[in-house]
């Protein structure tokens, strides 16, 4: 069975935090997720409600255990939110920085699940959401985007901080919001970057809807084509052994690069 820690980045709102939940509930295997999103909402469709943070356990409990911190999904998944400050106190990137330390100390990762999956914010700039690579508890990356521009600007910029931390870029997951020439946008995108297209996730009303539900396509529509696509891709990820150092772009070859699409 392979061994394989991951971080999963991408812009808030991107849909990463689905994404994950989805590959993790696809997984035929013994799978940690790692909520590293101060919206602390990974998890919810796993476990089927929103869970305590491990900053929120700290605060009743100076010493938490680990039944404190860490609760079980669908298909078994251990799910763990770290949390964030209130909004506007604080830095958001402690919460991450905390709840790693935690889980060691409370022998989170002694069991040696087959997969572990960090889900990391990445258009906040804060040192904390580097945690999961800079600490090496992630071996591997990868990007979540659309075809959008903000989308695409998060993610050259997570490739930069994937540069400069030595990280092992595995793909560019594509998360379709029906953009005109949206995968050919991302293909050429992972392309200049020294990557490549992992995976497509069309846009999908079953997301919605099971999320409606605090559940998972996977959970709610199995033999659904979407819930398929979530299956083939998690296959793909846990199959892949190959990886870039990415090269991201500057700002003058990036805009060069989305406006060519868009002129």
């Known amino acids: 069975m392979t061994f394989k ?26 799978t940690f997720v790692i909520g590293c999103d101060p919206k602390a909402d990974t998890t919810r469709t796993l476990v089927g409600k929103r869970i305590p943070t491990i900053l929120d356990s700290i605060r009743e409990k100076t010493n938490p255990d680990l039944d404190d911190i860490v609760y079980s999904g669908y298909n078994n998944t251990l799910c763990v939110e770290s949390g964030g400050p209130e909004p506007g106190v604080g830095c958001a990137g402690r919460g991450v920085i905390v709840a790693m330390k935690l889980l060691d100390k409370v022998g989170a990762f002694d069991d040696n699940p087959d997969l572990i999956i960090y889900d990391v914010l990445g258009d906040v700039v804060c040192g904390g959401f580097s945690v999961p690579l800079r600490e090496e508890y992630a071996d591997e990356v990868y990007i979540v985007t659309s075809g959008e521009y903000m989308s695409l600007y998060a993610a050259n910029n997570i490739a930069k901080g994937i540069e400069s931390l030595n990280g092992k870029l595995g793909g560019i997951i594509c998360n379709c919001r029906n953009v005109k020439d949206e995968v050919e946008i991302v293909t050429e995108f992972a392309s200049l970057i020294s990557s490549k297209v992992i995976g497509i ?45 990415p090269t991201p772009m500057n700002s003058d070859e990036f805009e060069k690069f989305f406006y060519s699409y868009v002129s």
């Open 5 to 30: 820690k991951i971080a999963i980045y991408g812009k808030g709102g991107i849909g990463k935090s689905t994404t994950v939940s989805n590959i993790a509930a696809a997984y035929d295997g013994s």
């Open 201 to 245: 996730i069309p846009r999908s009303d079953l997301v919605q809807t099971s999320e409606f539900k605090a559940s998972t396509v996977v959970e709610t529509f199995p033999d659904s084509d979407q819930s398929n696509i979530y299956h083939d891709l998690i296959d793909t990820i846990m199959d892949n052994d190959n990886f870039s150092s």
